[in-house]
């Protein structure tokens, strides 16, 4: 096996993008302890220290390992959590927590805890899944593992917010939808790379559309039923979304077809308006998308206050810790520490500081894209596309959200938004993308060539 | 053939980075002024509660609103209920409205007047100092004018024709905005009261009330029919002195006039036919004019569009007034040429606003220019006590000038305005509007009386516009607009109170 | 007066943060410039092949385990050492498969061998199109489609 010859592999870009980052978390903990208590002292830096040592430990693990993996993401991953830390850490310290294991943890801490568990199962992914045959030989069990998991939801879910989302597992509550995406790329990777060829060659030509050649693609279209089952029954419109348009990136990537996508975009739109027209959830959704000052204190509530707290940070920001988060005691924006985590960010940091979170995120993505090119073999290359594709789209859905360019759905930002689920789904993601471009990346010193 | 759909992809992907981006500056950049000021978003309301409010000084140094902190909160105290429809009120609770709304960023200080000074503070993130505002309304003339309309609903629009300052905007009903701006969880039981009260006092009749204007319209016909030159001051149309008693047929439609009291139908020319207020003879003007150049006029004068006092992003707002059917807020076309007849003498579709009509005697009174009215002067440094402070940090006037009408036409408009208040046949109906009735000696004034017919058992609406001095070579001083909701004919309701507010003003400017 | 001193503290802090993290961005900015450069020329110097096998099992360690061998578009595979791939094992026919890349798409026919060829687990009895990544079978030689 390739990956017994490894041997200690400097990442020093990742190391030198590292350093100014970790010195980022600490200085903003700083910020918000003094803009909070009104007095200049330096406040408690644990947490902020802990975050420091969770990357910083990931980076030795990965020169240690000799992992040949891309060097950018982990700085951006590291980057973007770091602001969200940095903002979890400053709001309400009660509006999440744990107080399990004996541990007492406030929001923040909380966070932590999962980064901790992500950045384990990431490096264990990293450098455990140097074969991905386990992925792609077994995708029909990882499909069954996905439709167990849809089900688990749908019986023993409960309602958050109006969409049933959440399992209960003792301790720790669990979204089994952000697995779900996970479990959903790899299948669909598997599958793309195995039929691609027949689809892209067999396709039946009607004027100038060309579809798809059905035999091969009613899996495609069973996942496309299953998709619209969450839409209806978990109430659930963000992750529809979300698995819709990874479906359809990927299906582009695979077959280079605009018209499959287009038929997708129509299928989709064409469902949208039945769920329209047929679910009061959906319609009162839009309706507060399109006018959200119609009710400002009502149904429009959150978008309003969004916007409002947007206009509050213009170009400059309020400042760190010194956002309008509360008000008389109650949150201005309910949903702050997930769904609105951006609003929150560029309220104190201003449009100065959204800019460069935004710029994190496109790292982020054009590295995966970038890992999927060079990807070996097919499969490397679809399962990097599906897994950017996630992280890129859920930024822009949720982003687009709170800016009122779409709907609002519940999405977590990834890396950012409080939420352990989404956390640990994340950086599974990320541990992918690291396998795939270490496959890749070992390629060019392999023995022989 | 993977990797260049990937690259693909990629572009599309910058292309939605590029757009959400788009979406972020949108609302942090350009629309966050818009935010921050919408008095309906909560955390101004709240963030006011604790803020002050500069005060608001007359144009002779009055305090006519003060704010001081009670129990943390910020309450608003107004000094002269007369005011209220000008200043408006800033309530915890139901936002705000008036020049409290227009100048609010000012009024807290969140906006400095000067933009240096407004960026270096945004940036320092300083606590919002607030502003102190003075007015070009004097409250004396205001509080005078409030007194001559008593009991009645009506207005009174003061304007000054060599500079557009509002001198004094009464509407009547009014009411004391105290206890709307004071206690949040008092202030409801006062509002509902005003909103059920049938006498409507939340209406701003000056700007906002609609009414038929009837003869004072004929100014405007008169000067622009001069103007275009289809008239000149001797014109006579022959067939007006037998219509005067059977009747003018215009378009199958028989136009009647009103009572002429006795006096003996003749061959009238502008002087004599606006002294006995002829609408025989106003409308034939008007169809010689007609309804292009009508609409054209119309449109010069200001009417057919919503103006503001003050500038189109800092100004009240003022309902637009129209001379015929309305097509979206604008003047669509006459029906016929009895439409146009009939809005020659101020019937027919025609509905005003008393600004707009205090712009047309301004602008008769200015020798055809009218002038943008303002009613803030000037911005200052926040004063602790009773006194405005002499740091004056923005000042305003006019928006500035058109020409609306050549100074010869005006002229000869104002001669006839003159003579309908002096002359031998009006001073039965105008008479009441001179100045020289009210203790001012040496000057006279012009003007116009309206009586708007509503039809039916109810009294007509009693206007008057006008200006003084108004003698030969006089500069006027003052126009004025008067309007008497259901005050009967022109020469009862409105005149006197007109003639006795331009005799204040008179008195009051006399220095000068 | 010491709200105010504190208040300019939290805008220099803050400023410091703000170019802090335009300074991260620029790294980054950096680093993808790098990177760009260098996967270009490895694509003009390495990159230029159509693809590659990759050898997974070899019992007689001909092809050597491990190794890759780079393809042209024709390639035949075979115990003949003629063959453009020489493969050493008793199950391999003489001319056992061919290998081609027509077009876009690498494509792998059966020569009538005795033992058949294998894609992904599968016997193939006509041309099949290969995905990289698919994996060969051709008697107990195990080779993988790399780019």
């Not at chain 1, 199962?121 to 992925?135: C, N, P, Q, S």
């Not at chain 2, 005011?83 to 009120?89: L, P």
């Not at chain 2, 960023?105 to 270096?120: A, E, F, H, K, S």
Request: hydrophobic share 45%; proline share 5%; net charge negative.
């Amino acid at each position: 096996m390739i990956g017994s010859r490894s041997r200690i592999a400097w990442r020093g870009a990742e190391f030198r993008l590292l350093l100014p980052i970790l010195l980022l978390v600490p200085f903003g903990f700083l910020i918000t302890n003094v803009a909070l208590s009104g007095a200049p002292e330096v406040g408690d830096l644990t947490l902020a220290v802990g975050y420091v040592a969770l990357f910083a430990g990931a980076h030795l693990l990965l020169v240690a390992f000799g992992h040949r993996g891309d060097q950018l993401i982990l700085p951006a991953v590291g980057a973007m959590g770091g602001i969200g830390m940095i903002m979890l850490n400053r709001l309400p310290q009660d509006l999440a927590g744990t107080s399990a294991f004996g541990l007492e943890l406030g929001m923040a801490g909380t966070q932590l805890l999962w980064f901790g568990v992500g950045i384990l199962a990431m490096l264990a992914i990293a450098v455990g899944l140097r074969d991905d045959g386990i992925l792609r030989h077994y995708k029909y069990s990882w499909a069954a593992v996905g439709i167990a998991l849809l089900a688990a939801t749908l019986v023993f879910g409960y309602e958050v917010n109006g969409a049933r989302l959440w399992i209960d597992l003792g301790p720790v509550s669990v979204q089994p939808g952000e697995l779900l995406k996970i479990v959903l790329v790899i299948f669909i990777a598997g599958y793309l790379a195995e039929t691609r060829t027949l689809l892209t060659s067999a396709s039946v030509r009607i004027g100038f559309l060309s579809i798809p050649p059905l035999p091969y693609f009613l899996p495609m279209l069973a996942l496309f039923g299953v998709v619209m089952l969450i839409v209806v029954r978990l109430n659930d419109l963000g992750t529809a979304l979300l698995f819709f348009g990874i479906f359809l990136t990927m299906l582009f990537v695979a077959t280079g077809r605009r018209s499959h996508v287009l038929i997708g975009l129509v299928l989709f739109v064409a469902g949208s308006f039945v769920a329209y027209r047929l679910f009061g959830h959906v319609q009162s959704r839009v309706d507060i998308w399109l006018d959200p000052f119609a009710d400002p204190l009502g149904a429009g509530f959150q978008p309003v206050r969004a916007l409002y707290a947007l206009g509050r940070g213009g170009i400059f920001g309020e400042g760190l810790g010194q956002g309008l988060v509360t008000l008389g005691g109650n949150l201005t924006i309910p949903y702050v520490h997930t769904d609105f985590i951006f609003t929150a960010v560029a309220e104190e940091l201003g449009l100065l500081g959204a800019f460069p979170l935004l710029g994190f995120a496109m790292v982020l993505v054009f590295r995966g894209l970038r890992i999927a090119a060079l990807a070996r073999d097919d499969f490397g290359a679809l399962l990097a596309v599906g897994v950017t594709t996630s992280l890129g789209l859920q930024t822009l859905i949720i982003i687009g959200g709170n800016t009122k360019l779409i709907p609002l759905t519940g999405i977590t930002l990834p890396f950012v938004s409080y939420g352990g689920s989404s956390v640990l789904a994340s950086f599974i993601m990320i541990g992918l993308l690291l396998a795939v471009s270490h496959r890749s990346g070992t390629a060019d010193r392999a023995p022989g060539s | 053939m993977i990797a260049t759909n990937v690259r693909r992809l990629g572009v599309y992907l910058m292309l939605a980075f590029a757009i959400v981006s788009g979406s972020i500056t949108w609302w942090q950049v350009v629309e966050a002024q818009n935010l921050s000021t919408r008095s309906d978003n909560p955390e101004v309301i709240a963030a006011r509660r604790s803020l002050l409010r500069g005060t608001i000084f007359d144009a002779e140094g009055q305090v006519l609103a003060t704010s001081a902190l009670i129990d943390g909160l910020s309450r608003r105290t107004y000094t002269d209920p007369a005011m209220t429809h000008v200043i408006g009120y800033s309530s915890l609770r139901f936002g705000s409205t008036g020049l409290e709304r227009t100048f609010e960023d000012i009024l807290v200080g969140q906006t400095d007047p000067n933009p240096i000074r407004d960026l270096v503070s945004d940036v320092l993130a300083r606590q919002p100092e607030p502003r102190d505002l003075t007015l070009t309304i004097d409250r004396r003339l205001q509080d005078f004018a409030a007194e001559q309309l008593g009991s009645d609903a009506g207005a009174v629009v003061a304007l000054d024709p060599r500079t557009g300052a509002v001198l004094a905007m009464v509407s009547t009903p009014t009411f004391d905005a105290t206890p709307i701006s004071g206690d949040p969880d008092g202030a409801q039981e006062p509002m509902d009261a005003l909103r059920n009260n049938p006498a409507e006092p939340l209406l701003a009749r000056a700007r906002q009330g609609l009414y038929v204007p009837g003869s004072i319209m004929k100014v405007f016909t008169a000067a622009a029919a001069l103007d275009a030159g289809v008239i000149d001051p001797d014109t006579t149309f022959p067939d007006q002195p037998r219509e005067e008693s059977e009747g003018f047929v215009v378009d199958g439609f028989t136009i009647r006039e009103h009572d002429l009291g006795g006096i003996e139908p003749d061959l009238w020319p502008l002087s004599e036919a606006l002294q006995v207020s002829s609408n025989v003879f106003f409308a034939h003007v008007g169809l010689e004019l007609g309804a292009e150049g009508f609409l054209d006029y119309a449109r010069r004068f200001g009417f057919c569009d919503s103006i503001r006092i003050g500038s189109p992003e800092r100004g009240l707002q003022v309902a637009p007034s129209l001379v015929s059917g309305s097509l979206d807020g604008d003047c669509g076309p006459f029906g016929g040429e009895v439409d146009l007849a009939s809005a020659s003498f101020g019937q027919g579709q025609v509905v005003v606003t008393p600004v707009q009509m205090a712009l047309l005697a301004a602008a008769i009174a200015g020798d055809g220019v009218m002038l943008e009215p303002y009613v803030v002067r000037d911005v200052r440094a926040h004063a602790q006590g009773d006194v405005p402070t002499d740091e004056v940090l923005d000042t305003f006037g006019s928006g500035g000038g058109t020409r609306v009408v050549s100074a010869e036409a005006a002229a000869q408009t104002r001669a006839a305005m003159v003579d309908a208040v002096n002359g031998e046949l009006g001073r039965r109906y105008a008479g009441q509007g001179d100045v020289t009735l009210y203790g001012i000696s040496n000057e006279r004034s012009a003007g116009k009386t309206g009586t708007a017919e509503l039809g039916g058992e109810q009294a007509p609406h009693s206007w008057f516009i006008g200006f003084a001095p108004a003698q030969a070579d006089a500069t006027s001083r003052i126009a004025v607009a008067v309007l008497v909701e259901s005050g009967g004919s022109g020469s009862d309701g409105a005149a006197p109170i007109a003639g006795r507010v331009m005799a204040e003003w008179l008195r009051l400017s006399g220095g000068e | 007066m010491t709200g105010e001193i504190l208040r300019v503290l939290l805008l220099g802090l803050q400023l410091g943060f703000v170019a802090l993290l335009y300074l991260v961005l620029m790294r980054f900015a950096r680093s993808l410039l790098r990177d760009l450069r260098s996967a270009e020329e490895a694509q003009m110097s390495s990159r230029s092949g159509i693809g590659r096998l990759s050898v997974l099992e070899s019992p007689a360690d001909e092809p050597p385990n491990g190794t890759t061998i780079a393809l042209g578009p024709i390639n035949s595979i075979g115990r003949n050492v003629n063959n453009t791939i020489f493969v050493e094992d008793d199950f391999v026919s003489a001319n056992h498969a061919m290998l081609t890349f027509r077009g876009r798409s690498w494509f792998v026919e059966d020569q009538g061998s005795t033992n058949g060829t294998y894609v992904n687990g599968h016997r193939i009895d006509r041309p099949v199109a290969l995905s990289f990544g698919d994996e060969l079978s051709i008697g107990r030689v195990r080779m993988r489609l790399d780019r």
